[in-house]
């Protein structure tokens, strides 16, 4: 059967699988459980190696081809969840409080699953493939941790792919694009000291709300007046806390947090740079102090241009649908380990249904086959 018919014959097993992680989802580098369902998952198939507890809960399966050991391509999936409240009301909805998988690496793990079931079976390839299950998507740089810890080396692999599913788009339908895809992750947090006092004498105080007030509007000159128009930049800022909430209080001080989200590294510095002179400078200008903080999250996301036709080759050869992704202001952590090996990240259709990060959020099962069949379609592309 061709392969999307073999995975569609499957899917009410791997409905199951997908549900049990979702029933039972962790976060982090604490995915103790969803880790150990995976290696025994993985020997059951009968990888020839198995390796458990890279970055802590991270797992590698290695399946060589009929002829033994060569050339690695390693195919990678997300495991943890998000730290939110479920609202889906699911016969398998979380099972515990203030978490949930609601961007689909519950999904993500069942297509890679899957797919390292059949590879095991038909060893229809030359060469191995590593099969890759990392903790700390979310915000943790599971993927640098993993990287660090010398994956790429321990097993040879001379390639990567991913994947990630995305509601909202025609179910099967596959989207990529060559170089920066998804953006860099920086955050900032700026705390404003001016002179508290009473709210009837501002006259003798260095009111930090007016300060923070004008510096939100001058943020946004960033994009719109410091950047280059044909580059991509959001400067969001997200959060305004005072250190009182009293009515009849002007506070002492007041801390801004936000993000800012690149596809140049240019752009990047040129935004820091911008926002600690307008922070420093603006609160000067009303006898205030501001101190900056910045914190650089995940890099660019750059894929191989050779290595992204591979994966579009790969996908129309699933589906038949592939299309020009555009820039996407997301961040992956999965750049870490573009940078450390070429390959490629594709995002796969889920059709209609919440968004991700939304509480009412489930993966739809019915994208299984087709990313089954991605993963399994990039062996045979690379190392058929």
């Not at 014959?9 to 049990?20: G, M, S, Y």
């Not at 590879?119 to 998507?137: H, S």
């Not at 390639?159 to 179910?171: I, T, W």
């Not at 650089?296 to 241009?305: D, E, L, S, T």
Request: aromatic content about 8%; charged content about 20%; some cysteine.
């Amino acid at each position: 059967m061709p392969l999307r018919n073999r995975f569609a014959a499957r899917l009410p097993d791997h409905t199951a699988w997908r549900r049990d992680f979702h029933a039972h989802p962790e976060l982090g580098f604490d995915c103790h459980r969803t880790a150990a369902v995976v290696a025994d998952k993985l020997r059951s198939f009968g990888c020839d190696t198995v390796e458990e507890g890279i970055a802590l809960t991270g797992v590698v399966g290695l399946i060589h081809g009929r002829h033994g050991p060569g050339r690695c391509i390693g195919l990678r999936a997300d495991m943890d969840a998000l730290p939110m409240n479920e609202a889906t009301g699911l016969p398998y909805a979380s099972t515990v409080p203030g978490r949930m998988h609601g961007c689909g690496h519950d999904g993500h793990m069942v297509m890679l699953l899957a797919a390292a079931e059949y590879l095991c079976e038909t060893r229809a390839f030359d060469g191995t493939v590593a099969v890759i299950f990392q903790p700390a998507e979310e915000g943790g740089g599971g993927a640098k941790v993993m990287c660090e810890a010398g994956l790429m080396e321990r097993f040879a692999i001379t390639e990567v792919y991913g994947l990630h599913n995305r509601p909202g788009h025609p179910l099967g339908e596959f989207n990529i694009r060559a170089g920066a895809f998804y953006a860099a992750v920086d955050e900032f947090r700026l705390v404003v000291e001016g002179k508290g006092g009473h709210a009837a004498k501002p006259d003798r105080t260095i009111d930090p709300v007016l300060v923070a007030s004008h510096l939100i509007v001058a943020l946004q000159s960033v994009a719109s007046r410091n950047t280059d128009p044909t580059q991509n930049i959001v400067l969001s800022v997200c959060g305004v806390d005072t250190s009182s909430h009293a009515h009849n209080v002007i506070p002492a001080r007041v801390a801004l947090v936000g993000t800012i989200r690149t596809h140049d590294a240019g752009v990047r510095d040129l935004a820091e740079a911008r926002l600690r002179a307008l922070a420093e400078g603006t609160a000067q200008a009303f006898g205030a102090v501001a101190e900056v903080e910045f914190l650089r999250g995940y890099p660019v996301m750059v894929n191989h241009a050779e290595h992204t036709e591979y994966a579009r080759a790969a996908a129309l050869d699933v589906s038949g649908q592939c299309v020009e992704a555009g820039f996407n202001m997301g961040g992956e952590d999965f750049a870490y380990m573009l940078q450390d090996r070429p390959g490629a990240y594709i995002v796969l259709g889920a059709g209609d249904g919440p968004g991700l990060h939304h509480p009412q959020y489930d993966f739809n099962d019915e994208v299984i086959p087709y990313g089954a069949s991605w993963y399994v379609g990039v062996v045979e592309e690379r190392l058929g």
